[in-house]
């Protein structure tokens, strides 16, 4: 994955040891302290193993992180609140489907927090099963096909 510059913030890729601290800036602030998550639940098995994009601003601060896992799931988008709404989530989000294609994934899954359903959808994410609880905050699992073009 190379590195995705625009003039506001930057995307490269984050190693869960040497960039720890910067994915957890931002991961403990959006799930832990705004969204009230256990600090227990937010770091798991899949850290280590999985793939990490960072998104950081023009001084370097984080301001974004997201994760591809091994089992094919695209998990832990979190952007800092000031950053909401200013293209963080989505350029995350396309850099991550085009590793998840350059990799040769079939398919790329989530579990999308109910409020938030309508942005996968709009990149071409689509609903399966039933919304179930995680850590107190409503979900919906979710799917792209990434056989066909976008």
């Known amino acids: 994955m190379t590195t995705t510059t625009t003039t506001d913030f930057t995307l490269r890729p984050a190693s869960f040891i040497s960039d720890r601290e910067a994915l957890r800036a931002v991961r403990e602030t959006v799930f832990v302290a705004e969204q009230h998550a256990p600090p227990d639940t937010e770091w798991d098995s899949m850290d280590p193993v999985g793939d990490h994009l960072l998104a950081v601003n023009a001084t370097g601060a984080p ?46 899954t989530l579990y999308a927090q109910v409020a938030n359903e309508g942005f996968y959808t709009r990149h071409g994410f689509v609903r399966y099963g039933e919304p179930f609880d995680d850590v107190g905050i409503p979900h919906q699992s979710m799917h792209l096909d990434l056989r066909q073009p976008q």
């Open 63 to 108: 301001i974004g992180t997201a994760r591809l896992t091994p089992d094919g799931r695209f998990s832990r988008l979190a952007v800092l609140k000031a950053w909401r709404g200013k293209g963080v989530g989505e350029a995350l989000l396309r850099a991550m489907i085009e590793k998840a294609r350059a990799q040769g994934w079939e398919q790329l």
